[in-house]
């Protein structure tokens, strides 16, 4: 019976692994995680503010309320407004791959309704982060598109 309690009190010492990935150091990085992951989320903060006040200077060009940019579906709804489009394509917002080619016909006519081009457009539909910003601050003035239905 001594001899089990002897082999149970011994644990197997295994060298430790090495790190793998971006962090090689355990011990002693240069910068600490913390700051590394507090630097990137200050980033994405920045990032998300940015594009909110680019899209509510955007709305507030186009006469709608600016607080719209900030509710989840209403946005949406708002944006369609701008680009004169009927409210039942929000529906088709919701359909995967057809809300792509919906997103993509808005962006355009989004475009269209402040003067900008089909390449502006485009940036819309694919950069929007950028182009909302640059829609919002930029000289870009709001004309009421007709619907040619």
Known sequence: MRACRVRANRVARLP??????????????????????????????????AVIAGVWKTFTKAGQPGWAAIIPIYNVYILLKIAN???????????????????????????????KGVGFGIGLALLGFIFYAILGFGSATYTQPVRTA
Do not use: H, Y
Request: charged share 10%; aromatic share 10%.
């Open 16 to 49: 430790p692994r090495p790190s793998t990935g971006f962090f090689r150091s355990t011990s002693n990085p240069i910068i600490p995680r913390e700051i590394i992951v507090l630097i990137v989320l200050l980033i994405q903060l920045a990032i998300i503010v």
């Open 85 to 115: 489009r009927p409210w039942w394509w929000l529906l088709l917002m919701l359909i995967p791959l057809v809300n792509l080619v919906i997103a993509i016909i808005v962006a355009l006519d989004i475009a269209k309704a402040f003067g």
